[in-house]
C-alpha cells in the first residue's frame, strides 16, 4: 500500500529525517513514535505531500507520490490535522462536504446524489449527524476532532494519516477515536499510519510500530518489541518501568517520577490496635497490597487495614473519619462473621527482614440458615475463618508476593492438620473455611525481596512464624469451643 | 424536527437573494430618481423598460427627463454598482484565501497599487500598443496583482504563520508608502491637483458610457473565475494545508484567485479611484447574514456591494448639494468604526 524508501529531508542545513525506509500493508494500523524533535511531523508531511522530498521515495498504490497529482492523491490518502484554524463558522455539515472535493468534476463542481449519500454515511459513522448544522465554533475538541474526521473519510480515502489524534481529547473521545480506527482498518481494510504521544495508546492499538529517534528509524516492529524498558529509557531518556495491560498483551509504559516518598518509614507493633470489636493497623504511608479474600481481588495501595466485627456498624464508620485522615479509598476493611476473641501478633525482625505479623480466627456463633434447618439445631460454636495478614518492611516483587500467598497457605494447611479441629456437628476436620483470607501488604521501601534470589531467609522465617501464630491461634480456638 | 430546521435554513437563503436582488432594484431606481433634478419614480421605471424592448412605454415622458437618465444618471449608478460589485466580491476572495476578515483591497494596498499603475498611466500618458482605451485599467490590475504579490511574500518572510495582524500592517505600510509615491508625483507634475486628489478619493461622477465599456470586460471576467473558485475558498479558509490534504492545488489556485481579485479591484480604482473599506463591510455583512460558505457569499456580495454603493454615491452627491462629497468619503465613514469593531472582536475572542 505505502512504501518509503530511503528517505532522507533537511530543512536548511538541519536533517530532519535520515534514511527511513519502510512499507505499511492494506488495513494495517501503524504507529509512529518518538520523542519530540525526532522527525515525526516532518515524516508525516512528506508522507501527505505537503513537503517534497530531496532524496529518497515514497511509493503510494505502486506509484511515486511526486507523480500523483493533488486531486488523484487526495482520493488515495486523507489526513486528519492536529489543529486545523477555523478563521470563518462554517457549519458542520458545509465542512463534511468539501471532504467530496476530490471526488467532484467540471469547473462549477455540482453536488450529486452520490456525495450526498456519502455524505450522511460518514456523518452517521463518527456521530456528529445530529449537530450537523451547528456552527464549528459552537462544538467542544471532541466534537471539532469527529468533525474533521468525518471530512476525512468523506474522501473515500484508503490511506488515512491522523497527527497525534488524541491530544486535546477526554479520556473517552480517545478511546471512542481509537477503537473506531481499529474497527475500521479490521473491517474496511482502511490502512492507518497515525503519529503517537503516549507511547501506551500506541502499543494498546497498533499493529505495529515505528519508532524514531534524531531523524532516523530506531526500530520497526510490533509493540512487545519496540517497547522494551531499555529502549525506551534511551531514547526518551527517562526512568520508565514497563508493566502489561491488565487486559491484553499490549506493555505499557510508566513513568517514575523524580519526587519520591518520605523514606525510612517502617512498621512495627505500634502501628497496631487491638479492641474487643476490631483489629487495626495503620501504616504511616500507603503500602502495596495483595489481598486474597478480602474486598477487591488486585494489587492495590493501601493505608488502613480492618478486620471488624459486624455486629456494631457505628465504630466501623467512626473508624475512617477520625484516626489517621483514613478514608474508604485508602482503606482495606473485612467484615467478619464471628468475634475476635483469638489473636495472635508478631513482630519479626531477623537477619535483615522485618514484618509484623497479624493471625486471627473467628469463632461463629451463629449457623448459616441452611445448615440450621438441616441439623435441626439453631446455635452452636464452631471455627470460622482465619485471616492472616502480613506486613513487610521492604520491598516485594510480584512473584514474592505470590510466593508470600504461597507460603502462607502452606503453613496455615500445616498447622490446620496439626490441631485437629474436628466440627461437633458434621465431625470433619476442618481443613480451609471459604472466608479465610490471606494479605501481603509491603512498605516497597528499602532492602529488595525477590521471589528468585535472596528471599530465602524472608520465605522460611514467613513459614515458621505463620505456623507457630495459628497454632497459637487454634490452640485457642479449640478452648474456646470446649469451653462451650 | 432537524428537516424543519434544514428547511428553515434554506429559505433564509433564499429569502437572501430576494433581499438582496431588491436592494439592487431599489438603489437603482432611487439612485436615478434622486438629484439636482428629482425624476418621477414611474418614469424611471418606464425608462429602465425600455431598455428592454418597450420603447412604446416611453411617449409621456418628460424627453429632458430621459436625457438626463440616459446620458447622465444611468451610467453613473451602474457605474457606482459595477465599482462596488467588483470591490466587494474581491473583497470576499482576498478574506476567505487569506483566512481573515480584515482584508480587503483597501486595507491589503491593493487599491494603493492600482492607483499607482493608474497615476502612471496618466501622468506619462502611456498608451500600451494594441490596448488603446484598455490600457489604464490594464496597468491597475498589473500593478494591484504586484503589490498584492508583493505583499504576501512580505508578510510571509516576516512571519512565516502569515497572522492576519501581520497581513494588515504590511498592506497599511505598503499602502502609505505607495500614497506618498502618488503624492510625489502629483507634485512633480504640478498641475490638476485638485481633480487628481477627487479622484483619489474615489468617484464615479462624469464618467458615461466609456467608463462602462472599460470595465464591464474585466468585471465579467474577474468575477467568473472567482465564481468558479468558491469551494476551492471554502477550503482555504481552513488553512492552505488542509487545502492541499483534501485535494486542492494550492500554489495554482491561489494564485488564480489572487489574480481574478487583483483584476476586479484594479479595474474599480482605474474607473473610480480609491474607494475604501466596501470590500471589507460587504463581505462581513454577508456572512452574518447567511454564513461563509462563499457559494452564496460572493453572488450576494456583489448583489449588495452594488446597491449599497449605488446609495453612497447617492449621498456623497447629495448629501452638501450642489458640491459633491468624493465617494470615499461616506463609504469611509460607514467602513471605519466596522473595521474597529471586528478589530475588537478578534481581540476579545
Request: hydrophobic share 45%; proline share 3%.
Given at each position: 500500500?505505502?512504501?518509503?524508501n530511503?528517505?532522507?529531508f ?10 527511513i525506509?519502510?512499507?505499511?500493508q ?7 513514535l518518538?520523542?519530540n524533535?525526532?522527525?515525526?511531523t ?10 517534497k ?35 470563518f ?15 467532484q ?6 453536488w ?6 456519502i ?8 456521530g456528529i449527524s ?18 474533521y474526521?468525518?471530512?476525512a473519510?468523506a474522501?473515500?480515502?484508503e490511506?488515512l494519516?491522523?497527527?497525534e489524534?488524541?491530544?486535546?481529547l ?20 482502511l490502512?492507518v499510519?497515525?503519529?503517537?504521544h ?5 502499543s494498546?492499538y ?8 534524531d531523524g532516523?528509524?530506531?526500530?520497526d ?7 522494551e524498558e531499555e529502549?525506551?529509557?534511551r531514547?526518551?531518556?527517562t ?6 495491560h491488565?487486559?491484553?498483551?499490549a506493555?505499557?509504559i510508566?513513568?517514575l ?19 474487643p470489636e476490631q483489629?487495626k493497623?495503620?501504616?504511616p504511608?500507603?503500602?502495596?497490597t ?21 455486629e456494631?456498624p ?12 483514613g ?6 476493611k ?12 508478631r ?6 527482614i522485618s514484618f509484623l505479623?497479624?493471625v ?8 448459616e440458615?441452611?445448615e440450621?434447618?438441616k441439623?435441626?439445631?439453631?446455635r ?6 482465619i485471616?492472616?495478614w ?12 505470590l510466593?508470600?500467598v ?12 496439626e490441631?485437629?479441629?474436628?466440627d ?5 476436620v476442618?481443613?480451609?473455611a ?7 501488604a ?8 525477590d ?13 515458621k512464624?505463620v505456623?507457630?501464630?495459628?497454632r497459637?491461634?487454634?490452640?485457642k480456638?479449640?478452648?474456646?469451643l470446649?469451653?462451650? | 424536527m432537524r428537516?424543519?430546521?434544514?428547511q428553515?435554513?434554506l ?6 437573494y430576494?433581499?438582496a436582488?431588491?436592494f ?14 428629482s425624476?418621477?419614480?414611474f418614469?424611471?421605471v418606464?425608462?429602465l ?7 412604446s ?6 424627453p ?8 447622465i444618471?444611468?451610467?453613473r ?11 466587494s466580491?474581491?473583497g470576499a ?5 487569506l483566512r ?7 486595507t ?6 492600482a492607483?499607482?499603475g493608474?497615476v ?8 500600451i ?5 484598455f490600457?489604464?485599467?490594464f496597468?491597475s490590475?498589473?500593478?494591484s496583482?504586484l ?12 512571519d ?11 498592506g ?7 500614497s ?12 490638476e ?13 462624469m464618467r ?28 482555504f ?6 487545502a ?12 488564480i484567485?489572487l489574480?481574478?481579485?487583483?483584476m476586479?479591484?484594479?479595474?474599480a ?22 454564513g461563509?460558505?462563499?457559494?452564496h457569499?460572493?453572488v450576494?456580495s ?5 446597491g ?15 458640491t ?6 461616506i463609504?469611509?465613514l ?5 473595521f474597529?469593531n ?8
Amino acid at each position: 500500500m505505502l512504501e518509503v524508501n530511503h528517505l532522507f529531508f533537511q530543512y536548511e542545513e538541519e536533517k530532519v529525517v535520515q534514511d527511513i525506509t519502510f512499507s505499511v500493508q492494506k488495513g494495517e494500523l501503524v504507529g509512529i513514535l518518538g520523542p519530540n524533535g525526532s522527525g515525526k511531523t516532518t515524516l508525516m508531511k512528506l508522507l501527505s505531500g505537503i513537503l517534497k522530498t530531496d532524496r529518497g521515495e515514497i511509493v503510494v498504490k505502486g506509484k511515486k507520490i511526486q507523480e500523483y497529482g493533488v486531486k488523484e492523491l487526495a482520493k488515495v490518502m486523507a489526513v486528519l490535522p492536529q489543529h486545523v484554524q477555523e478563521s470563518f463558522s462554517y457549519t458542520v455539515k458545509e465542512i463534511v462536504s468539501l471532504g467530496r472535493y476530490a471526488h467532484q468534476k467540471g469547473i462549477f463542481q455540482s453536488w450529486s446524489s452520490k456525495d450526498e449519500k456519502i455524505l450522511q454515511r460518514v456523518m452517521k459513522q463518527t456521530g456528529i449527524s445530529d449537530f450537523q448544522n451547528k456552527s464549528i465554533h459552537e462544538l467542544s475538541g471532541g466534537e471539532k476532532q469527529r468533525v474533521y474526521l468525518a471530512q476525512a473519510l468523506a474522501q473515500e480515502p484508503e490511506i488515512l494519516l491522523l497527527d497525534e489524534p488524541t491530544n486535546h481529547l477526554d479520556l473517552s473521545y480517545q478511546k471512542e477515536l481509537l477503537d473506531s480506527l481499529k474497527e475500521w482498518s479490521l473491517e474496511k481494510n482502511l490502512t492507518v499510519i497515525c503519529i503517537f504521544h503516549d507511547l501506551n495508546l500506541a502499543s494498546l492499538y497498533c499493529d505495529r510500530l515505528l519508532l524514531l529517534h534524531d531523524g532516523k528509524l530506531e526500530i520497526d516492529d510490533i509493540p512487545v518489541e519496540v517497547m522494551e524498558e531499555e529502549r525506551i529509557k534511551r531514547i526518551y531518556r527517562t526512568s520508565i518501568k514497563r508493566t502489561f495491560h491488565p487486559t491484553s498483551d499490549a506493555p505499557q509504559i510508566n513513568i517514575l517520577p523524580n519526587w519520591e516518598q518520605e523514606k525510612g518509614i517502617s512498621l512495627d507493633l505500634d502501628c497496631l490496635t487491638i479492641t474487643p470489636e476490631q483489629v487495626k493497623v495503620s501504616a504511616p504511608l500507603a503500602l502495596k497490597t495483595l489481598p486474597v479474600g478480602v474486598t477487591e481481588s488486585g494489587f492495590g495501595w493501601y493505608k488502613d487495614f480492618l478486620i471488624h466485627q459486624r455486629e456494631n456498624p457505628s465504630i466501623f464508620a467512626d473508624s475512617f473519619s477520625k484516626e489517621n485522615g483514613g478514608k474508604p479509598s485508602n482503606s482495606v476493611k473485612l467484615l467478619t462473621m464471628g468475634q475476635l476473641d483469638n489473636i495472635a501478633v508478631r513482630f519479626v525482625k531477623e537477619k535483615g527482614i522485618s514484618f509484623l505479623l497479624v493471625v486471627c480466627a473467628e469463632v461463629e456463633k451463629e449457623l448459616e440458615m441452611w445448615e440450621a434447618t438441616k441439623y435441626k439445631r439453631e446455635r452452636d460454636f464452631t471455627l470460622g475463618a482465619i485471616h492472616i495478614w502480613a506486613f513487610i518492611n521492604g520491598e516485594l516483587s510480584d512473584q514474592a508476593f505470590l510466593q508470600s500467598v504461597m507460603r502462607i497457605t502452606e503453613a496455615k494447611t500445616a498447622a490446620l492438620a496439626e490441631s485437629q479441629i474436628v466440627d461437633k456437628l458434621t465431625g470433619i476436620v476442618a481443613e480451609r473455611a471459604s472466608a479465610d483470607s490471606v494479605l501481603i501488604a509491603a512498605t516497597q521501601q528499602g532492602s529488595l525481596v525477590d521471589g528468585m534470589k535472596n528471599s530465602i531467609n524472608y520465605e522460611e522465617s514467613l513459614s515458621k512464624n505463620v505456623y507457630d501464630c495459628v497454632r497459637e491461634v487454634l490452640l485457642k480456638v479449640s478452648k474456646e469451643l470446649q469451653a462451650n | 424536527m432537524r428537516k424543519q430546521f434544514t428547511q428553515k435554513y434554506l429559505t433564509k437563503r433564499k429569502a437572501a437573494y430576494i433581499y438582496a436582488a431588491f436592494f439592487l432594484l431599489l438603489s437603482i431606481i432611487v439612485g436615478i430618481a434622486v438629484g439636482t433634478v428629482s425624476i418621477p419614480i414611474f418614469s424611471v421605471v418606464k425608462i429602465l423598460v425600455s431598455y428592454i424592448g418597450f420603447d412604446s412605454i416611453l411617449h409621456h415622458v418628460d424627453p429632458m427627463h430621459i436625457n438626463i437618465v440616459q446620458n447622465i444618471r444611468l451610467p453613473r449608478v451602474i457605474l457606482a454598482g459595477l465599482v462596488g460589485a467588483s470591490l466587494s466580491i474581491a473583497g470576499a476572495a482576498f478574506q476567505g484565501l487569506l483566512r481573515n476578515p480584515l482584508a480587503d483591497p483597501y486595507t491589503l494596498g491593493v487599491s494603493s497599487g492600482a492607483s499607482v499603475g493608474a497615476v502612471i498611466t496618466l501622468f506619462f500618458h502611456l498608451q500600451i500598443p494594441f490596448l488603446g482605451s484598455f490600457t489604464l485599467p490594464f496597468m491597475s490590475v498589473l500593478f494591484s496583482f504586484l503589490i498584492i504579490l508583493f505583499v504576501i511574500f512580505f508578510s510571509k518572510r516576516l512571519d512565516p504563520s502569515m497572522r492576519v495582524e501581520t497581513i494588515i500592517l504590511t498592506g497599511i505600510v505598503i499602502s502609505s508608502f505607495l500614497s506618498a509615491c502618488i503624492s510625489l508625483m502629483i507634485a512633480l507634475t504640478g498641475n490638476e491637483l485638485r481633480q487628481i486628489i477627487g479622484w483619489l478619493l474615489g468617484s464615479v461622477s462624469m464618467r458615461g458610457w466609456s467608463y462602462i465599456k472599460m470595465m464591464l470586460p474585466f468585471f465579467v471576467v474577474g468575477s467568473l473565475i472567482l465564481l468558479s473558485q468558491t469551494k476551492e475558498l471554502n477550503a482555504f479558509a481552513f488553512g492552505e494545508e488542509r487545502a492541499q490534504h483534501l485535494g486542492i492545488h494550492v500554489q495554482r489556485r491561489k494564485m488564480i484567485i489572487l489574480f481574478a481579485g487583483s483584476m476586479l479591484t484594479g479595474v474599480a480604482v482605474a474607473v473610480s479611484g480609491t474607494i475604501g473599506f466596501i470590500g471589507l463591510v460587504i463581505p462581513h455583512f454577508v456572512r452574518i447574514l447567511i454564513g461563509p460558505d462563499h457559494k452564496h457569499l460572493l453572488v450576494l456580495s456583489v448583489l449588495t456591494g452594488s446597491g449599497f454603493t449605488i446609495l453612497a454615491d447617492l449621498f456623497a452627491r447629495t448629501i452638501i448639494s450642489p458640491t459633491e462629497l468624493p465617494i470615499g468619503v461616506i463609504t469611509a465613514l460607514i467602513g471605519a468604526p466596522v473595521f474597529a469593531n471586528l478589530l475588537l472582536r478578534r481581540r476579545r475572542s
